[in-house]
Each structure stands twice: as structure tokens, then as C-alpha cells.
């Protein structure tokens, strides 16, 4: 039998394996999806519902109609109604919480608060390459990160030339490299738009694996096997017909997110597009559109099916409960609401900005913490929570209990730092009366006492945000006995009393003063940029909840300066817990920068962290007899607090590695004893009292003996056979055939003792019937290995390269591509972090490149490696040239001569030009940092001291002037280079002729 005969069952042995292994990486994502999915419409209907009770009426309907929906639904409003308990309808001042359910949603807050918490961009990411993003794009972008945590798919609808694209290229970066979801992301534009698609996603967030979905059947269907179907990419970009064309494949696909560009072409439900779009399993889905939405109820109802189609399912109950709505209407005023009953439905989806909205830029915020002190009451208490509980305090607690008593502990401290009387009896009464010891008994009253009447002769008006429902109740008490007129919400506030609070405060000429707000409770939509002063009473545990708060005020449409005013109780757990919210997001910040995820702790989630937070200032309150209350006017406050901020701001931005903040342990700006002593533990027993006596809890007879007597009642079910332990045999690994064959015998082998069955194709096709019947033959007729197969196996496993990772080998590819096939020592730096030395990549590139073609994708890492050794040729080719000019001239500086093809142009001068060639001659053309390093050097450059316009210009911008002069050098040179080729030529050809044999004077003597 011939070596071709052999080969061509292994390879279709092999090609079968493949396939195998792809089918079951699609199912197992797939079913990972289902799962998020799952979870995604939990949080969606917990959202949903919360917003107007439209959305309850489709819900019932659907409710009615699937029990399975029917279950996800109960679900949903069992985590709902644990969230909101004391939840009220109607007047608030009758509904308030008491300190018990209070208490135990701010301890589920600290005890959860690092889930999926909500984060919020400040400034441009780091992962933005390509240029700066706009504040209202960071804010788009914020936007679409808030509705992907609340499991909501949107439309964003911004007018032409706002950047659509950015915010949604950014958005995806967001996934990667903060969320390290790298894909699969799909993109459907028109045809027109997909090569500026991928322009974009290059030039903004580089590292995006893209391939695109277009050309020729043959094309395609290279892209199919050789990238889609192995997911061997983040992201595919393909266009509406191919969606038509390559529906089979694509539907086979779980996409991680899917946008439509240019949104109306799926409107009409009807059309093939619409109903393919639709059938695409995917988490999330982004509508992009810059044309207003229509009042067209069939097209909203289309685009509400495409990003709720668990909710509006049926077009004929939409259309039913507003053509109810319509029949009940006889006036234009009626239909009308019609029209903003729409419109409400879709707001919670979509962002629109025009640019008039858009063209003043926002003057940034100015954050100040501002310090207070501890009133005798609040002392008191503080001191009582400490002593109440000290074996705990002193961290002498089992692991088991320890954490949640100490959450308990600082949920207690932090109460009594906004106010004793959110603990039940401690308000003097009854009779309770409104009078000055409401603003007396808490430093943070007294502060904010002082700033409301500043801030009222100013002119200002105040958002004044709090963690704790029960706060705003003694916020509001205060309100009123001030006669400050007020608006609030909290979140057990309905939607239609938040809509008119927030319509109350922002109408013109309101002459509401003051918002209270419990933090969490300003979610989507929220505007109240009639307000340029925010107040935090209290820090939230997760810090992005606070710029959230802030954000209600400074965004677009603010036209003052805004103020934001953070309480903290100055050496107090508070001061902690501030240190704590700058290390976390100067932490976010490092993260993004360096596209690292798994170096994020997470908050305060050991029994020391929350010890050490508790201790913190705890013996001079213990044992001090000084006053802690602060009798400075306001504005020596506000002096001291913006120093303080700035020295806290500058403690954390001197951190630039992840590592250096991550080991950090956060040293208040007081030690134990009011000094700076930084480093320095307190020593047990300092203050605190010997420990309790240990008490064994819920002791019961009864659960002793049904503990004791519990017995099993289900028989023992027969243990299934055990897989056989297999070797991972990627190709890059060049593991020998004969192992793969092993090893898919042994699979087959387990797969028959199990009676497995090969799945039916879903199509009808007579080829893939064919060759699962053949698969299913391979599996029937399978026997286990034998003693020596087995030991082959064992021994033919140790040859692989199984060190070799995928990123290895990507590594290894570029450094090819980059490099050439044989520097070795360039390629082992290029896969870098110490993974690899010149040895290791010699050798592997030997059995690599005698190998090669077996890859799936091997003529095309060839392709890939000699394209870019023509690159570098050439490069090296015009370095060559770029530096014989410079060296033709003593000074080139000053004596350098350019031929320009065409008119010099009027940007930069010859000078200019003279000195970007010669810089560039001298660093080369390969370096990766070579136009910062010019620039660098034109910034440095005396001549250019004066010269504004050359030491303006952005490395990118000298990049593209250096490749102009290049471009006329080249040409230069290689017509001088021909010039003088043809003149050798021309001297060598005469010269061949003086030596050619003496027959012209032969010739020359007939003539005479």
C-alpha cells in the first residue's frame, strides 16, 4: 500500500475529529450562554418592571400563555421583593422602613457589594488607541455598559456625526479587556460601510481578532471552516446579504453581542433579514440608527420584538392594547398620550443626542471631601457599638461567623456617623419634636446645616444623595423644619412619582431647593442638571455607584460649575472606607490601562480588611476626653477638605503598577494615637476587654437525634464507566498521527460502552447523513486498546510539544512574520514573559517549518511569513537609500536637498523637513517608538524653540510627513540608482566594443 493510501484515512480520520471537537466546543457554548441568558432575564424583569407598568401588562400576557416564563417571573420578583423591602406606594411619610429592614438591606449591600457591580468610565480608556473619546461618547459609552448589566439590549439613535461607531467599537473593548469577554461579537452593516468597519475597530481599539464575511462562495466558505466554525476570532463583520446567504452557519453561532447597523432594515418584521437577524442565538443586541424613530406601531413594536422578544412576543396583543387604548380616545389630546405611551415604552432602550445638545463642553466637576467630627451623642454610641461586640472587634472570631458579625458591626458604625437617630431610641421623646437637636446630635448635620445656607444665598440648588432610606426620612424632617422646599426619591419610589418629582425639580423657574436621593436609586434617565451642587452624606461601598450619583448633575445639558460635597467622619471608619473607594478606583484605572482583569480584589472581603476598618481612630474615641466636633465656619472647612482631597488624590495616582496598589494596605492620614504612624499595628489589649466566654449556638435535642438518625433512602446507582484520560492534541503541537488515531479509538471504544449515538444532521443533506452513518460505524465497531496500544500511547504522548500554547504559537507566528523564520533570539522576545529561550524556538521551528503544510491554515502562515519578509526587505531597501542621502551631505542639516514632485505645500518648512529625514535616518524605520522619539527630540530642538506649529504636531502627524519625505527620497534615489545603472551599462557596452577584433579599420581602409 502506497504512503498516499495510508495518509488518507488518517487525515479523514482527522478532519473527523476536528469536526467532533468543533461540534462539541459550539454545544458547550452554547449551552454556557443559555445559562447567562437565564440570568440576564432575571435582572431584565427586575429592571423592567421597576420602570412603568406598561411593561407588567405584556408581561401578564406572556405569564398566562408559558408556564416556563410563568416560574422565570416568580423568580425574578422573589429577588425583587427581597431587594425592596418597606417598599410603599403613596405617601412616603407613612411608609418609612424601620431600622430592621434597613439594616438588613445595607448589610446584603456590603456583604454583596463586589457582584456585578456597576462600573463607569471618567475618561477616555486606555484600550482607545486610536485618538480621545468626547464626554458625551464616554457617556454613551457608560450607557451601553449600564444597560449590559441590567441584561437590557438597546438602540442608539445619536444624530449623524456623534460617533456611533466609537462608542460602540469601545463599548466592545469594554467586553475584552475589562470584562475579559473576548467574543464572539457580531457586526451586520451594508456593504458600503464594512471595509470602514474594520478601519474603525483597527484604528480605535487594535487587538481585536476581525475577520470579515464576504466575496466569492469559495471565500467564504474558507472563512467558514478555517475561522468561524473553530471560533478562531472576536469578532465578524459581514454585511446584510451574506446574513441571507450564509444563514446555516451563522445560526449556529452563540454570539456574545450583535449589532445592526442602520436599524430600519429590519423594521419590517416580514422581511427575510428581520426574520434571520432574529433567529441568531446571542446575549445582547445594539441597534444603531441616526434617523428618529418613527410613530409607526407595527415598526416600534419590530424593534421592540428584536430586544425583548421574551416580553413582546405577540404583535396582536400590542397592537390590541393600543388600539383599546385608541377606541377609549376621542380627541387629539387622547391620542396623543397614545403616541407618549410609546415613547415611554422605548425610553428605557434608547439614546439619542443631537448636536446641539452636544456643542458646549462640560466644565469637569470639582470634588471636595469635606471632614466633620463626632458630636458627645455620637461619640457615645459609637463607643457602645464598639464595646457591645468586642471579641469580634478584636477579630477573635471562627472563620465561619466571623465575617458577617463584623459586616454587622461596620453597617452599625456607619449609621452612627450619619446620625444617632437612626438607631430606635435614641431620638429624645416621645413627645418627637422638629427642633435644633435634629441638627445638633450629628457633625454631619451641623456641616450640612452651615453649607445649605451658603449654598442657598448663592443662588445654588442641591442634590443630596444618601445609602440609607431612614436617612432621607430625618433629611427630609430637617427640610421641613428649615423651610427648605424639597423633592425626593428613594427606591421604593414608584415610576410615576419619580417622573413627576424629577419633572417638578427641573421645570423652569421650580422653586424646589433641595433633592434627596437614596444613591442607587438614580438609575437610567435620571437628569437634574438644574442642580450644580451634590452632596454624597455618605459614601457608597462600591465607588462607581457614587460617580453615578454625580453624574445626575454633571452631564450634558450643565451650564454651571458643579460642586460635589463628600461627608466623611474624620478618624472614623469612614476615613477607611474613603481610602478605600480611591485605591479601588484608581485600581479601575490601572486595570483598563493594562488590559488586566484577574488582579482586581475584591473590596473588603477578609476578616482583616474589615478589623482594620473598625480599629481605625477607635481609641481616641474610646479614650480621649478632647472634643471631636469641628467649630470652624464653612468656609475653613471647605479650605482644609480640598487640601486634604488633593494629598489623598495625589497619595493614589503616584501608583502607576498594578502590583505596587494591589499590595498596598491603606494608611489613614491619622494613626493610633493622631500622629503619623504609618506602618504601625495596634497592639491587642490596648483598649479592648477581655473576651466572652464562647457559647455554643442553637443547641437542640432534636436536631442532634434527626441529624444522628438521618439515613439514605436512595439505593446506590452503578458508577457509569470512567472516560478514558486522553492528551490534548492541538496541531500546533505536532503530536504523531498515530497517537490521534489511538486515542480516537479510545474515545470510540468509551462511546460504545455507553450505546452513544451520533446526532442526525438538522438538514436533509444525503452527504452529512453519509458521514454520520460513518461515524457511527467507526464507533459500533470500536474495541479497546490493548495492553501495548495503551503503552504506544503513553510513550507517542511525550513527543509532542505540549508546551507550546496557543498563544505560543500565535507569538511565534508574528515574530516570523515580523522577524524572519531564522532570528530566533527576535521571535523568543516577541513571545516574551521569559516563556520561551532561542533554543526552544529553534527547535520548534525546525519541526515547524517541515510540517507547515499539515496545518489547517498553513498556506496561509506561509503566505503571512513571506509577506512580511517582503516588508522588511523593502524597508531595509529604503533605510538604505534614506541614509545614503543623509550621508551624501557634511551637514545635513543645514545642506540637505529635497526634490519635491509637486508643490512643496505651505504645513511644514524645508527645515522642518530636513530635520525629520535626518532623525529618522538615525533611528530607522523599524523601531516601534521611533515618531515619539523624533518628536521627543523636535520638542528638544533649539531652532524650535519659538516654533510653535512643529512642536504642535502629534507623533502620528510627523509619522505621515516623514512617510512623504521617504516616498520622495526613494523615487530620488532609485532614479539616481537607474540613472547610474544605465550609464554603467552604457560604459560597459563601449567599452565591449574598443575590445571587439579589428575589423572596423578594415572597414575604415575601403572606405579610404
Same mark, same amino acid.
Given at each position: 500500500?502506497?504512503?498516499?493510501?495510508?495518509?488518507?484515512?488518517?487525515?479523514?480520520?482527522?478532519?473527523?475529529?476536528?469536526?467532533?471537537?468543533?461540534?462539541?466546543?459550539?454545544?458547550?457554548?452554547?449551552?454556557?450562554?443559555?445559562?447567562?441568558?437565564?440570568?440576564?432575564?432575571?435582572?431584565?424583569?427586575? /429592571?423592567?418592571?421597576?420602570?412603568?407598568?406598561?411593561?407588567?401588562?405584556?408581561?401578564?400576557?406572556?405569564?398566562?400563555?408559558?408556564?416556563?416564563?410563568?416560574?422565570?417571573?416568580?423568580?425574578?420578583?422573589?429577588?425583587?421583593?427581597? &431587594?425592596?423591602? =418597606?417598599?410603599?406606594?403613596?405617601?412616603?411619610?407613612?411608609?418609612?422602613?424601620?431600622?430592621?429592614?434597613?439594616?438588613?438591606?445595607?448589610?446584603?449591600?456590603?456583604?454583596?457589594?463586589?457582584?456585578?457591580?456597576?462600573?463607569?468610565?471618567?475618561?477616555?480608556?486606555?484600550?482607545?488607541?486610536?485618538?480621545?473619546?468626547? %464626554?458625551?461618547?464616554?457617556?454613551?459609552?457608560?450607557?451601553?455598559?449600564?444597560?449590559?448589566?441590567?441584561?437590557?439590549?438597546?438602540?442608539?439613535?445619536?444624530?449623524?456625526?456623534?460617533?456611533?461607531?466609537?462608542?460602540?467599537?469601545?463599548?466592545? =473593548?469594554?467586553?475584552?479587556?475589562?470584562?475579559?469577554?473576548?467574543?464572539?461579537?457580531?457586526?451586520?452593516?451594508? &456593504?458600503?460601510?464594512?471595509?470602514?468597519?474594520?478601519?474603525?475597530?483597527?484604528?480605535?481599539?487594535?487587538?481585536?481578532?476581525?475577520?470579515?464575511?464576504?466575496? +466569492?462562495?469559495?471565500?467564504?466558505?474558507?472563512?467558514?471552516?478555517?475561522?468561524?466554525?473553530?471560533?478562531?476570532?472576536?469578532?465578524?463583520?459581514?454585511?446584510?446579504?451574506?446574513?441571507?446567504?450564509?444563514?446555516?452557519?451563522?445560526?449556529?453561532?452563540?454570539?456574545?453581542?450583535?449589532?445592526?447597523?442602520?436599524?430600519?432594515?429590519?423594521?419590517?418584521?416580514?422581511?427575510?433579514?428581520?426574520?434571520?437577524?432574529?433567529?441568531?442565538?446571542?446575549?445582547?443586541?445594539?441597534?444603531?440608527?441616526?434617523?428618529?424613530?418613527?410613530?409607526?406601531?407595527?415598526?416600534? !413594536?419590530?424593534?421592540?420584538?428584536?430586544?425583548?422578544?421574551?416580553?413582546?412576543?405577540?404583535?396582536?396583543?400590542?397592537?390590541?392594547?393600543?388600539?383599546?387604548?385608541?377606541?377609549?380616545?376621542?380627541?387629539?389630546?387622547?391620542?396623543?398620550?397614545?403616541?407618549?405611551?410609546?415613547?415611554?415604552?422605548?425610553?428605557?432602550?434608547?439614546?439619542?443626542?443631537?448636536?446641539?445638545?452636544?456643542?458646549?463642553?462640560?466644565?469637569?466637576?470639582?470634588?471636595?471631601?469635606?471632614?466633620? =467630627?463626632?458630636?458627645?451623642?455620637?461619640?457615645?454610641?459609637?463607643?457602645?457599638?464598639?464595646?457591645?461586640?468586642?471579641?469580634?472587634?478584636?477579630?477573635?472570631?471562627?472563620?465561619?461567623?466571623?465575617?458577617?458579625?463584623?459586616?454587622?458591626?461596620?453597617?452599625?458604625?456607619?449609621?452612627?456617623?450619619?446620625?444617632?437617630?437612626?438607631?430606635?431610641?435614641?431620638?429624645?421623646?416621645?413627645?418627637?419634636?422638629?427642633?435644633?437637636?435634629?441638627?445638633?446630635?450629628?457633625?454631619?448635620?451641623?456641616?450640612?446645616?452651615?453649607?445649605?445656607?451658603?449654598? &442657598?444665598?448663592?443662588?445654588?440648588?442641591?442634590? @443630596?444623595?444618601?445609602?440609607?432610606?431612614?436617612?432621607?426620612?430625618?433629611?427630609?424632617?430637617?427640610?421641613?423644619?428649615?423651610?427648605?422646599? /424639597?423633592?425626593?426619591?428613594?427606591?421604593?419610589?414608584?415610576?410615576?412619582?419619580?417622573?413627576?418629582?424629577?419633572?417638578?425639580?427641573?421645570?423652569?423657574?421650580?422653586?424646589?431647593?433641595?433633592?434627596?436621593?437614596?444613591?442607587?436609586?438614580?438609575?437610567?434617565?435620571?437628569?437634574?442638571?438644574?442642580?450644580?451642587?451634590?452632596?454624597?452624606?455618605?459614601?457608597?461601598?462600591?465607588?462607581?455607584?457614587?460617580?453615578?450619583?454625580?453624574?445626575?448633575?454633571?452631564?450634558?445639558?450643565?451650564?454651571?460649575?458643579?460642586?460635589?460635597?463628600?461627608?466623611?467622619?474624620?478618624?472614623?471608619?469612614?476615613?477607611?472606607?474613603? %481610602?478605600?473607594?480611591?485605591?479601588?478606583?484608581?485600581?479601575?484605572?490601572?486595570?483598563?490601562?493594562?488590559?488586566?482583569?484577574?488582579?482586581?480584589?475584591?473590596?473588603?472581603?477578609?476578616?482583616?480588611?474589615?478589623?482594620?476598618?473598625?480599629?481605625?481612630?477607635?481609641?481616641?474615641?474610646?479614650?480621649?476626653?478632647?472634643?471631636?466636633?469641628?467649630?470652624?465656619?464653612?468656609?475653613?472647612?471647605?479650605?482644609?477638605?480640598?487640601?486634604?482631597?488633593?494629598?489623598?488624590?495625589?497619595?493614589?495616582?503616584?501608583?502607576?503598577?498594578?502590583?505596587?496598589?494591589?499590595?498596598?494596605?491603606?494608611?489613614?492620614?491619622? =494613626?493610633?494615637?493622631?500622629?503619623?504612624?504609618?506602618?504601625?499595628?495596634?497592639?491587642?489589649?490596648?483598649?479592648?476587654?477581655?473576651?466572652?466566654?464562647?457559647?455554643?449556638?442553637?443547641?437542640?435535642?432534636?436536631?442532634?437525634?434527626?441529624?444522628?438518625?438521618?439515613?439514605?433512602?436512595?439505593?446506590?446507582?452503578?458508577?457509569?464507566?470512567?472516560?478514558?484520560?486522553?492528551?490534548?492534541?492541538?496541531?500546533?503541537?505536532?503530536?504523531?498521527?498515530?497517537?490521534?488515531?489511538?486515542?480516537?479509538?479510545?474515545?470510540?471504544?468509551?462511546?460504545?460502552?455507553?450505546?452513544?449515538?451520533?446526532?442526525?444532521?438538522?438538514?436533509?443533506?444525503?452527504?452529512?447523513?453519509?458521514?454520520?452513518?460513518?461515524?457511527?460505524?467507526?464507533?459500533?465497531?470500536?474495541?479497546?486498546?490493548?495492553?501495548?496500544?495503551?503503552?504506544?500511547?503513553?510513550?507517542?504522548?511525550?513527543?509532542? !510539544?505540549?508546551?507550546? +500554547?496557543?498563544?505560543?504559537?500565535?507569538?511565534?507566528?508574528?515574530?516570523?512574520?515580523?522577524?524572519?523564520?531564522?532570528?530566533?533570539?527576535?521571535?523568543?522576545?516577541?513571545?516574551?514573559?521569559?516563556?520561551?529561550?532561542?533554543?526552544?524556538?529553534?527547535?520548534?521551528?525546525?519541526?515547524? !517549518?517541515?510540517?507547515?503544510?499539515?496545518?489547517?491554515?498553513?498556506?496561509?502562515?506561509?503566505?503571512?511569513?513571506?509577506?512580511?519578509?517582503?516588508?522588511?526587505?523593502?524597508?531595509?531597501?529604503?533605510?538604505?537609500?534614506?541614509?545614503?542621502?543623509?550621508?551624501?551631505?557634511?551637514?545635513?542639516?543645514?545642506?540637505?536637498?529635497?526634490?519635491?514632485?509637486?508643490?512643496?505645500?505651505?504645513?511644514?518648512?524645508?527645515?522642518?523637513?530636513?530635520?525629520?529625514?535626518?532623525?529618522?535616518?538615525? /533611528?530607522?524605520?523599524?523601531?516601534?517608538?521611533?515618531?515619539?522619539?523624533?518628536?521627543?527630540?523636535?520638542?528638544?530642538?533649539?531652532?524650535?524653540?519659538?516654533?510653535?506649529?512643529?512642536?504642535?504636531?502629534?507623533?502620528?502627524?510627523?509619522?505621515?510627513?516623514?512617510?512623504?519625505?521617504?516616498? @520622495?527620497?526613494?523615487?530620488?534615489?532609485?532614479?539616481?540608482?537607474?540613472?547610474?545603472?544605465?550609464?554603467? &551599462?552604457?560604459?560597459?557596452?563601449?567599452?565591449?566594443?574598443?575590445?571587439?577584433?579589428?575589423?572596423?579599420?578594415?572597414?575604415?581602409?575601403?572606405?579610404?
Amino acid at each position: 500500500m502506497s504512503s498516499e493510501e495510508m495518509a488518507g484515512p488518517n487525515e479523514g480520520e482527522r478532519r473527523a475529529q476536528r469536526r467532533m471537537e468543533q461540534n462539541q466546543n459550539l454545544d458547550a457554548t452554547r449551552s454556557n450562554m443559555n445559562r447567562q441568558k437565564t440570568v440576564d432575564s432575571l435582572k431584565r424583569f427586575s /429592571y423592567l418592571l421597576g420602570q412603568t407598568e406598561l411593561f407588567q401588562h405584556f408581561i401578564d400576557i406572556k405569564k398566562d400563555r408559558d408556564p416556563d416564563f410563568a416560574r422565570l417571573l416568580e423568580e425574578s420578583a422573589h429577588q425583587r421583593t427581597k &431587594k425592596k423591602k =418597606g417598599g410603599s406606594s403613596g405617601d412616603q411619610r407613612h411608609h418609612r422602613k424601620s431600622e430592621r429592614e434597613e439594616d438588613e438591606e445595607l448589610l446584603h449591600d456590603e456583604d454583596a457589594e463586589d457582584g456585578d457591580e456597576t462600573f463607569m468610565f471618567r475618561e477616555s480608556p486606555g484600550y482607545v488607541k486610536g485618538g480621545t473619546m468626547k %464626554e458625551y461618547q464616554i457617556q454613551g459609552l457608560n450607557w451601553l455598559i449600564s444597560l449590559y448589566q441590567n441584561g437590557i439590549n438597546g438602540i442608539l439613535a445619536d444624530e449623524m456625526g456623534l460617533g456611533k461607531t466609537l462608542q460602540t467599537i469601545s463599548f466592545l =473593548g469594554f467586553l475584552k479587556f475589562y470584562r475579559n469577554t473576548p467574543g464572539l461579537y457580531l457586526i451586520v452593516v451594508p &456593504k458600503s460601510t464594512l471595509d470602514n468597519w474594520v478601519r474603525e475597530l483597527e484604528k480605535w481599539v487594535p487587538g481585536f481578532r476581525i475577520i470579515t464575511l464576504q466575496g +466569492s462562495k469559495e471565500e467564504r466558505q474558507s472563512v467558514i471552516q478555517e475561522k468561524l466554525l473553530p471560533q478562531d476570532f472576536d469578532i465578524l463583520v459581514t454585511t446584510y446579504e451574506m446574513c441571507l446567504r450564509e444563514k446555516p452557519s451563522l445560526q449556529k453561532m452563540s454570539w456574545e453581542y450583535i449589532v445592526i447597523d442602520e436599524a430600519h432594515r429590519i423594521k419590517n418584521v416580514d422581511s427575510a433579514l428581520s426574520q434571520i437577524v432574529r433567529s441568531f442565538t446571542s446575549r445582547s443586541r445594539l441597534l444603531i440608527t441616526g434617523t428618529p424613530l418613527q410613530n409607526n406601531l407595527m415598526e416600534l !413594536w419590530s424593534l421592540l420584538n428584536f430586544l425583548l422578544p421574551d416580553v413582546f412576543s405577540s404583535a396582536d396583543d400590542f397592537e390590541a392594547w393600543f388600539q383599546g387604548k385608541d377606541e377609549e380616545s376621542n380627541d387629539d389630546e387622547a391620542k396623543e398620550s397614545i403616541v407618549q405611551q410609546l415613547h415611554k415604552v422605548l425610553r428605557p432602550f434608547l439614546l439619542r443626542r443631537v448636536k446641539a445638545d452636544v456643542e458646549h463642553s462640560l466644565l469637569p466637576k470639582k470634588e471636595i471631601n469635606v471632614f466633620v =467630627g463626632l458630636t458627645d451623642m455620637q461619640r457615645k454610641w459609637y463607643k457602645s457599638l464598639l464595646e457591645k461586640d468586642i471579641d469580634a472587634v478584636n477579630g477573635a472570631l471562627s472563620r465561619k461567623e466571623g465575617k458577617t458579625r463584623l459586616l454587622n458591626i461596620v453597617m452599625q458604625l456607619r449609621k452612627c456617623c450619619n446620625h444617632p437617630y437612626l438607631f430606635d431610641g435614641a431620638e429624645p421623646g416621645p413627645p418627637f419634636t422638629t427642633d435644633e437637636h435634629l441638627v445638633d446630635n450629628s457633625g454631619k448635620m451641623v456641616i450640612l446645616d452651615k453649607l445649605l445656607k451658603k449654598m &442657598k444665598e448663592r443662588g445654588s440648588r442641591v442634590l @443630596i444623595f444618601s445609602q440609607m432610606s431612614r436617612m432621607l426620612d430625618i433629611l427630609e424632617d430637617y427640610c421641613l423644619f428649615r423651610s427648605y422646599k /424639597y423633592c425626593r426619591i428613594d427606591g421604593s419610589s414608584l415610576h410615576e412619582d419619580r417622573i413627576a418629582a424629577i419633572d417638578e425639580y427641573n421645570k423652569p423657574d421650580s422653586d424646589k431647593f433641595i433633592f434627596l436621593l437614596t444613591t442607587r436609586a438614580g438609575g437610567l434617565g435620571i437628569n437634574l442638571t438644574s442642580a450644580d451642587i451634590v452632596v454624597l452624606f455618605d459614601s457608597d461601598w462600591n465607588p462607581q455607584a457614587d460617580l453615578q450619583a454625580m453624574d445626575r448633575a454633571h452631564r450634558i445639558g450643565q451650564k454651571k460649575q458643579v460642586y460635589v460635597y463628600r461627608f466623611v467622619t474624620d478618624q472614623s471608619i469612614e476615613e477607611r472606607i474613603l %481610602e478605600r473607594a480611591a485605591q479601588k478606583l484608581r485600581l479601575d484605572q490601572l486595570v483598563i490601562q493594562q488590559g488586566r482583569t484577574s488582579a482586581q480584589p475584591k473590596g473588603a472581603q477578609n476578616k482583616d480588611d474589615l478589623v482594620d476598618m473598625i480599629q481605625h481612630g477607635a481609641e481616641r474615641i474610646i479614650n480621649s476626653k478632647e472634643s471631636m466636633e469641628v467649630k470652624d465656619d464653612i468656609d475653613a472647612i471647605i479650605a482644609q477638605g480640598e487640601a486634604r482631597t488633593a494629598e489623598l488624590q495625589a497619595k493614589y495616582q503616584q501608583f502607576t503598577s498594578l502590583d505596587e496598589l494591589t499590595n498596598l494596605r491603606n494608611d489613614s492620614t491619622y =494613626g493610633w494615637d493622631g500622629e503619623q504612624n504609618k506602618g504601625r499595628k495596634p497592639s491587642a489589649g490596648i483598649w479592648i476587654e477581655p473576651a466572652k466566654r464562647e457559647r455554643k449556638q442553637n443547641y437542640s435535642i432534636d436536631s442532634y437525634y434527626r441529624d444522628a438518625m438521618r439515613t439514605t433512602s436512595k439505593p446506590a446507582q452503578p458508577k457509569a464507566p470512567r472516560a478514558p484520560k486522553q492528551v490534548s492534541t492541538p496541531e500546533w503541537q505536532f503530536y504523531p498521527p498515530r497517537l490521534i488515531e489511538l486515542q480516537n479509538r479510545e474515545t470510540a471504544a468509551y462511546q460504545r460502552s455507553l450505546n452513544y449515538q451520533v446526532p442526525k444532521a438538522e438538514s436533509n443533506d444525503p452527504e452529512a447523513e453519509a458521514q454520520r452513518a460513518k461515524e457511527q460505524k467507526f464507533i459500533d465497531e470500536a474495541e479497546p486498546l490493548t495492553e501495548e496500544e495503551q503503552a504506544e500511547k503513553e510513550a507517542l504522548a511525550q513527543e509532542g !510539544w505540549s508546551e507550546w +500554547s496557543r498563544r505560543d504559537f500565535q507569538q511565534f507566528i508574528k515574530g516570523c512574520e515580523k522577524h524572519g523564520r531564522t532570528a530566533y533570539a527576535a521571535i523568543a522576545e516577541e513571545i516574551g514573559l521569559g516563556e520561551k529561550s532561542e533554543a526552544d524556538v529553534r527547535a520548534y521551528s525546525q519541526v515547524f !517549518w517541515a510540517h507547515v503544510h499539515e496545518l489547517s491554515d498553513g498556506d496561509r502562515i506561509v503566505q503571512r511569513v513571506e509577506e512580511g519578509e517582503s516588508r522588511r526587505k523593502k524597508l531595509q531597501h529604503h533605510e538604505r537609500l534614506l541614509r545614503r542621502k543623509v550621508d551624501a551631505y557634511g551637514a545635513p542639516l543645514q545642506e540637505l536637498k529635497l526634490v519635491y514632485n509637486q508643490a512643496k505645500g505651505k504645513a511644514y518648512s524645508e527645515d522642518e523637513d530636513r530635520f525629520l529625514l535626518v532623525r529618522l535616518a538615525d /533611528y530607522g524605520l523599524s523601531g516601534e517608538d521611533v515618531y515619539e522619539r523624533i518628536r521627543a527630540d523636535v520638542l528638544g530642538y533649539p531652532e524650535f524653540r519659538f516654533n510653535w506649529f512643529i512642536k504642535s504636531r502629534t507623533p502620528q502627524e510627523l509619522a505621515r510627513r516623514c512617510h512623504t519625505l521617504l516616498t @520622495i527620497v526613494v523615487k530620488e534615489e532609485e532614479e539616481l540608482e537607474a540613472a547610474a545603472s544605465a550609464e554603467k &551599462k552604457t560604459r560597459k557596452r563601449r567599452a565591449s566594443e574598443a575590445r571587439a577584433p579589428s575589423s572596423r579599420p578594415a572597414s575604415r581602409s575601403r572606405r579610404s
